[in-house]
């Protein structure tokens, strides 16, 4: 029993000091849910030996979205950004792993997906810097601010 109690004990303190309960937030975007890339964009990140801690398919409100993509707000974009973003239903997503937000931020790949490598989300499956299909968090900061924002 003692030594079920530390080996418990023992894996919290490791993965809490390992970096392997990093979180990030992932958010599938309208044209990725309307072109049917959930599926493949989930199997990636399995496949990388990430895990999926939460998820959920809403329709984002403007005012959420708004909140999300604040740092934005100056930009000539912002407001057709909001709009597309508002436009279907996106699927969010927390996922956790050792250096996570790095990896996932790897693995989808340049803002513009003309910069974006072939064998990335965006290098594979978008051409346009307006629909690029998914969204990833660029920080560890903004990760905890994001999931805290879409998962109330
Ligand atoms: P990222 O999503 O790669 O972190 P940003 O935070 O800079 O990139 O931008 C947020 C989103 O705003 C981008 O994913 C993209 O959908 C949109 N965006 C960025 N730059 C432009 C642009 N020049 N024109 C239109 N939309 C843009």
New binding site residues.
């Given amino acids: 029993m003692i030594c079920l109690v530390l080996g418990i004990f023992a894996g919290l303190f490791q993965s809490a000091f390992s970096g392997a309960s990093e979180r990030t937030f992932v958010a599938i975007k309208p044209d990725g849910v309307q072109r049917h890339l959930v599926g493949e964009i989930i199997r990636r990140f399995e496949r990388k030996g990430l895990q999926l801690v939460g998820l959920k398919l809403l329709q984002a409100s403007e005012e959420l979205l708004k909140e999300h993509?604040i740092a934005?707000r100056d930009r000539p974009?912002y407001s057709r950004?909001v709009k597309y973003m508002s436009s279907g239903p996106v699927v969010a997503m927390v996922w956790q792993g050792l250096d996570v937000v790095k990896t996932v931020r790897t693995m989808i790949g340049e803002?513009n997906p003309a910069d974006s490598r072939p064998g990335t989300i965006r290098g594979d499956f978008c051409v346009e810097?307006?629909k690029?299909v998914i969204?990833g968090s660029?920080s560890v900061e903004s990760a905890r601010q994001e999931i805290s924002l879409w998962f109330r």
């Fill in positions: 993509y934005l974009f950004l803002t810097v307006s690029n969204h660029d």
